[in-house]
Protein backbone atom coordinates (compact mmCIF):
# COMPACT_ATOMS: atom_id res chain seq x y z
CA UNK A 1 0.00 0.00 0.00
CA UNK A 2 2.63 2.46 0.76
CA UNK A 3 4.25 2.04 -2.25
CA UNK A 4 0.79 2.55 -4.39
CA UNK A 5 0.67 6.07 -2.47
CA UNK A 6 4.28 6.55 -3.47
CA UNK A 7 3.27 6.14 -6.84
CA UNK A 8 0.73 8.49 -7.13
CA UNK A 9 2.44 11.17 -5.94
CA UNK A 10 5.10 10.97 -8.16
CA UNK A 11 2.72 10.48 -10.99
CA UNK A 12 1.04 14.22 -9.69
CA UNK A 13 4.29 16.02 -9.16
CA UNK A 14 4.60 16.92 -12.58
CA UNK A 15 1.08 17.83 -13.30
CA UNK A 16 1.65 19.99 -9.91
CA UNK A 17 4.65 21.65 -11.17
CA UNK A 18 3.37 22.45 -14.38
CA UNK A 19 0.66 24.17 -13.09
CA UNK A 20 3.41 26.28 -10.54
CA UNK A 21 4.87 27.08 -14.03
CA UNK A 22 1.85 28.23 -15.50
CA UNK A 23 0.78 30.69 -13.28
CA UNK A 24 4.23 31.97 -12.48
CA UNK A 25 4.60 32.69 -16.27
CA UNK A 26 0.34 33.91 -16.56
CA UNK A 27 1.52 36.66 -13.52
CA UNK A 28 4.87 37.72 -15.56
CA UNK A 29 6.96 36.80 -12.18
CA UNK A 30 10.48 35.45 -12.92
CA UNK A 31 10.95 32.26 -10.97
CA UNK A 32 13.62 34.43 -8.92
CA UNK A 33 10.72 37.06 -8.27
CA UNK A 34 8.45 33.93 -7.05
CA UNK A 35 11.18 32.89 -3.98
CA UNK A 36 11.39 36.31 -3.29
CA UNK A 37 7.66 36.76 -2.64
CA UNK A 38 7.44 33.03 -1.13
CA UNK A 39 9.91 32.73 1.15
CA UNK A 40 10.88 29.42 -0.58
CA UNK A 41 14.14 28.96 -2.42
CA UNK A 42 14.70 28.90 -5.99
CA UNK A 43 16.48 25.94 -6.33
CA UNK A 44 13.38 24.38 -4.46
CA UNK A 45 10.91 26.35 -6.93
CA UNK A 46 13.18 24.65 -9.48
CA UNK A 47 12.53 21.54 -8.13
CA UNK A 48 9.19 21.71 -8.12
CA UNK A 49 8.49 23.04 -11.63
CA UNK A 50 10.13 20.13 -13.04
CA UNK A 51 8.18 17.71 -11.37
CA UNK A 52 11.07 16.43 -8.52
CA UNK A 53 10.28 18.45 -5.95
CA UNK A 54 8.56 17.06 -2.53
CA UNK A 55 5.96 19.99 -1.81
CA UNK A 56 4.57 20.67 1.79
CA UNK A 57 1.01 21.75 2.17
CA UNK A 58 2.90 24.35 3.83
CA UNK A 59 4.89 25.77 0.70
CA UNK A 60 2.35 24.62 -1.34
CA UNK A 61 0.15 27.94 0.28
CA UNK A 62 3.21 29.76 0.18
CA UNK A 63 3.85 29.59 -3.56
CA UNK A 64 -0.14 30.24 -3.84
CA UNK A 65 0.16 33.46 -1.89
CA UNK A 66 2.79 34.72 -3.59
CA UNK A 67 0.67 34.49 -6.59
CA UNK A 68 -2.28 35.98 -5.28
CA UNK A 69 -4.55 32.64 -5.62
CA UNK A 70 -6.16 30.25 -3.75
CA UNK A 71 -4.23 26.93 -3.01
CA UNK A 72 -7.17 25.22 -4.61
CA UNK A 73 -5.87 26.70 -8.14
CA UNK A 74 -2.57 24.80 -7.96
CA UNK A 75 -4.58 21.28 -7.22
CA UNK A 76 -6.79 21.60 -9.98
CA UNK A 77 -6.97 22.10 -14.00
CA UNK A 78 -7.11 25.88 -15.40
CA UNK A 79 -10.90 26.36 -15.54
CA UNK A 80 -12.38 28.02 -19.10
CA UNK A 81 -12.19 31.82 -18.86
CA UNK A 82 -15.96 31.86 -19.00
CA UNK A 83 -16.78 29.37 -16.40
CA UNK A 84 -14.08 31.41 -14.09
CA UNK A 85 -16.10 34.30 -14.34
CA UNK A 86 -19.34 32.48 -13.55
CA UNK A 87 -17.67 30.95 -10.47
CA UNK A 88 -15.98 34.71 -9.72
CA UNK A 89 -19.92 36.10 -9.71
CA UNK A 90 -21.43 32.45 -7.80
CA UNK A 91 -18.38 33.07 -5.28
CA UNK A 92 -20.36 36.30 -3.81
CA UNK A 93 -23.87 34.36 -2.84
CA UNK A 94 -24.71 33.00 0.10
CA UNK A 95 -25.77 29.10 0.48
CA UNK A 96 -29.69 29.80 0.01
CA UNK A 97 -28.57 31.91 -3.14
CA UNK A 98 -26.55 29.44 -4.46
CA UNK A 99 -29.61 27.19 -4.73
CA UNK A 100 -31.40 29.67 -5.91
CA UNK A 101 -28.90 30.20 -9.37
CA UNK A 102 -28.61 26.25 -9.92
CA UNK A 103 -32.35 26.13 -9.93
CA UNK A 104 -32.02 29.06 -11.95
CA UNK A 105 -29.88 27.38 -14.50
CA UNK A 106 -30.97 23.78 -14.16
CA UNK A 107 -34.38 25.76 -15.47
CA UNK A 108 -33.24 27.56 -18.30
CA UNK A 109 -30.48 25.73 -20.04
CA UNK A 110 -32.49 22.15 -19.08
CA UNK A 111 -29.75 20.99 -17.08
CA UNK A 112 -29.30 18.63 -14.04
CA UNK A 113 -32.38 16.77 -14.70
CA UNK A 114 -32.37 13.04 -16.53
CA UNK A 115 -34.97 12.15 -18.12
CA UNK A 116 -37.21 9.58 -16.13
CA UNK A 117 -36.52 11.46 -12.91
CA UNK A 118 -40.38 11.69 -12.01
CA UNK A 119 -40.42 7.73 -12.32
CA UNK A 120 -37.63 7.41 -9.43
CA UNK A 121 -38.98 8.47 -6.21
CA UNK A 122 -36.17 9.36 -3.29
CA UNK A 123 -37.46 9.72 0.25
CA UNK A 124 -35.36 11.61 2.99
CA UNK A 125 -35.77 13.02 5.85
CA UNK A 126 -34.34 11.72 9.78
CA UNK A 127 -34.81 8.32 11.02
CA UNK A 128 -38.41 8.05 12.40
CA UNK A 129 -39.83 9.79 9.69
CA UNK A 130 -41.67 6.84 7.95
CA UNK A 131 -38.98 6.59 4.99
CA UNK A 132 -39.29 2.51 5.39
CA UNK A 133 -42.92 2.11 5.84
CA UNK A 134 -44.28 4.84 3.24
CA UNK A 135 -41.77 3.94 1.04
CA UNK A 136 -42.73 -0.01 1.34
CA UNK A 137 -46.25 0.82 0.79
CA UNK A 138 -45.62 3.38 -1.57
CA UNK A 139 -43.52 0.86 -4.00
CA UNK A 140 -46.08 -1.66 -3.41
CA UNK A 141 -48.99 0.37 -4.91
CA UNK A 142 -46.86 1.70 -7.74
CA UNK A 143 -45.94 -1.88 -8.71
CA UNK A 144 -42.04 -0.84 -8.65
CA UNK A 145 -38.89 -2.17 -6.47
CA UNK A 146 -38.30 -0.81 -3.30
CA UNK A 147 -35.01 -0.22 -2.81
CA UNK A 148 -32.78 1.06 0.86
CA UNK A 149 -29.75 3.10 -0.37
CA UNK A 150 -27.40 2.19 2.73
CA UNK A 151 -27.94 -1.83 1.75
CA UNK A 152 -27.16 -0.69 -1.54
CA UNK A 153 -24.08 1.14 -0.64
CA UNK A 154 -22.92 -2.02 1.28
CA UNK A 155 -23.33 -4.34 -1.93
CA UNK A 156 -21.47 -1.39 -3.71
CA UNK A 157 -18.58 -1.86 -1.09
CA UNK A 158 -18.73 -5.22 -0.13
CA UNK A 159 -19.05 -4.62 3.33
CA UNK A 160 -20.73 -3.75 6.20
CA UNK A 161 -21.71 0.42 6.79
CA UNK A 162 -19.99 0.15 10.22
CA UNK A 163 -16.66 -1.55 7.94
CA UNK A 164 -17.10 1.25 5.56
CA UNK A 165 -16.64 3.73 7.70
CA UNK A 166 -14.02 1.72 9.73
CA UNK A 167 -11.46 0.61 6.55
CA UNK A 168 -12.90 4.10 4.44
CA UNK A 169 -14.15 6.91 6.61
CA UNK A 170 -15.82 9.56 5.41
CA UNK A 171 -14.66 10.22 2.28
CA UNK A 172 -14.65 6.62 1.09
CA UNK A 173 -18.70 5.55 2.52
CA UNK A 174 -19.72 9.40 0.42
CA UNK A 175 -17.90 7.91 -2.53
CA UNK A 176 -19.19 4.36 -2.25
CA UNK A 177 -22.28 6.07 -1.89
CA UNK A 178 -22.55 7.79 -5.02
CA UNK A 179 -21.70 5.05 -7.47
CA UNK A 180 -24.87 3.52 -5.41
CA UNK A 181 -26.88 6.02 -6.77
CA UNK A 182 -25.37 5.86 -10.48
CA UNK A 183 -26.05 2.49 -10.51
CA UNK A 184 -29.40 2.28 -8.89
CA UNK A 185 -30.34 5.09 -11.56
CA UNK A 186 -29.36 3.00 -14.32
CA UNK A 187 -30.68 -0.14 -13.12
CA UNK A 188 -34.07 1.04 -12.49
CA UNK A 189 -35.03 3.50 -16.02
CA UNK A 190 -38.72 2.26 -15.25
CA UNK A 191 -38.88 3.71 -11.73
CA UNK A 192 -38.82 2.65 -7.93
CA UNK A 193 -39.34 3.90 -4.60
CA UNK A 194 -35.87 4.32 -2.66
CA UNK A 195 -35.07 5.86 0.82
CA UNK A 196 -31.92 7.58 1.65
CA UNK A 197 -29.91 8.23 4.95
CA UNK A 198 -30.84 11.24 6.85
CA UNK A 199 -27.28 13.08 6.23
CA UNK A 200 -27.04 12.80 2.49
CA UNK A 201 -28.55 16.19 2.09
CA UNK A 202 -25.26 17.18 3.87
CA UNK A 203 -22.79 16.64 1.15
CA UNK A 204 -24.06 18.73 -1.58
CA UNK A 205 -22.31 16.72 -4.53
CA UNK A 206 -24.42 13.67 -3.07
CA UNK A 207 -27.36 15.76 -3.07
CA UNK A 208 -27.22 17.55 -5.99
CA UNK A 209 -26.48 13.75 -7.75
CA UNK A 210 -29.92 12.51 -5.83
CA UNK A 211 -31.60 15.45 -7.04
CA UNK A 212 -30.77 15.24 -10.27
CA UNK A 213 -31.86 11.46 -11.12
CA UNK A 214 -34.37 11.21 -7.93
CA UNK A 215 -37.68 12.60 -7.51
CA UNK A 216 -37.19 13.65 -4.40
CA UNK A 217 -39.86 14.11 -1.07
CA UNK A 218 -38.70 15.01 2.35
CA UNK A 219 -40.65 13.21 5.07
CA UNK A 220 -41.05 15.47 8.15
CA UNK A 221 -42.07 15.36 11.22
CA UNK A 222 -41.39 17.01 14.73
CA UNK A 223 -38.07 15.84 16.92
CA UNK A 224 -40.33 14.62 19.45
CA UNK A 225 -42.10 12.70 17.24
CA UNK A 226 -38.62 11.59 15.32
CA UNK A 227 -37.41 10.29 18.91
CA UNK A 228 -40.52 8.76 19.98
CA UNK A 229 -40.81 6.23 16.54
CA UNK A 230 -37.48 5.06 16.97
CA UNK A 231 -37.87 4.38 20.58
CA UNK A 232 -41.14 2.25 20.03
CA UNK A 233 -39.49 0.69 17.37
CA UNK A 234 -36.23 -0.19 20.12
CA UNK A 235 -33.40 1.41 18.21
CA UNK A 236 -31.89 4.12 19.62
CA UNK A 237 -28.91 3.87 17.79
CA UNK A 238 -29.45 7.68 16.09
CA UNK A 239 -29.84 9.13 19.42
CA UNK A 240 -27.08 7.23 21.91
CA UNK A 241 -26.17 9.74 24.75
CA UNK A 242 -24.01 8.73 28.27
CA UNK A 243 -26.47 7.40 30.12
CA UNK A 244 -29.30 7.40 28.25
CA UNK A 245 -30.24 11.53 28.73
CA UNK A 246 -32.90 11.73 26.51
CA UNK A 247 -33.11 15.72 27.25
CA UNK A 248 -29.71 15.80 25.60
CA UNK A 249 -30.94 13.68 23.10
CA UNK A 250 -33.57 15.24 21.91
CA UNK A 251 -31.62 18.83 22.25
CA UNK A 252 -29.44 16.94 19.74
CA UNK A 253 -31.97 16.02 17.71
CA UNK A 254 -33.38 19.51 17.51
CA UNK A 255 -29.90 20.79 16.60
CA UNK A 256 -29.60 18.34 13.60
CA UNK A 257 -33.00 19.09 11.91
CA UNK A 258 -32.35 22.84 12.73
CA UNK A 259 -29.15 22.94 10.72
CA UNK A 260 -30.68 20.28 8.12
CA UNK A 261 -33.88 22.05 7.12
CA UNK A 262 -33.54 24.40 4.28
CA UNK A 263 -31.05 21.30 2.77
CA UNK A 264 -34.09 19.39 3.46
CA UNK A 265 -36.40 21.79 1.71
CA UNK A 266 -34.65 21.90 -1.20
CA UNK A 267 -36.68 18.63 -2.28
CA UNK A 268 -39.21 18.38 -4.71
CA UNK A 269 -42.09 17.99 -2.35
CA UNK A 270 -42.78 17.65 1.34
CA UNK A 271 -45.03 15.42 3.33
CA UNK A 272 -45.30 16.69 6.93
CA UNK A 273 -45.95 12.95 9.09
CA UNK A 274 -46.50 15.11 12.37
CA UNK A 275 -49.86 13.97 14.37
CA UNK A 276 -51.00 12.10 10.85
CA UNK A 277 -51.27 8.29 10.92
CA UNK A 278 -50.10 5.93 8.70
CA UNK A 279 -52.67 5.80 6.15
CA UNK A 280 -52.77 9.70 6.54
CA UNK A 281 -49.87 10.25 5.87
CA UNK A 282 -49.38 7.66 2.70
CA UNK A 283 -52.57 9.74 1.10
CA UNK A 284 -50.07 12.40 1.41
CA UNK A 285 -47.10 10.88 -0.11
CA UNK A 286 -49.27 9.69 -2.71
CA UNK A 287 -50.84 12.98 -3.84
CA UNK A 288 -46.82 14.54 -3.61
CA UNK A 289 -45.09 12.27 -6.65
CA UNK A 290 -46.04 12.59 -9.73
CA UNK A 291 -49.41 10.61 -10.98
CA UNK A 292 -48.11 7.21 -11.85
CA UNK A 293 -49.82 7.27 -15.61
CA UNK A 294 -48.10 10.58 -16.06
CA UNK A 295 -44.90 9.40 -15.08
CA UNK A 296 -44.81 6.65 -17.54
CA UNK A 297 -46.32 8.48 -20.26
CA UNK A 298 -43.59 10.87 -19.81
CA UNK A 299 -41.08 8.00 -20.93
Known amino acids: ????????????????????????????????????????????????????????????????RALNIAVIELLQDAPRPALARVHGLLARLDDTQLDQACQLLSRQFDLGNERGREHRIALVGLRGAGKSTLGAQLAAQREVPFVELDREIEREAGTSMNE??????????????????????????????MTTGGSIVSERETFDLLQSRFYCVWLKASPEEHMSRVVAQGDMRPFETARGATSEALDDLRRILASRETLYARADAVVDTASRTVRQSFKDLERAVPALLEAKGAK
Open 1 to 64: MPFMIEQEARAILPELGARVRAWRARRGMTRKQLAADSGLSERFLADVESGKGNVSINSLEAAA
Open 164 to 193: ILLLHGQAGYRRYERRALLRIAEDHAGGLV
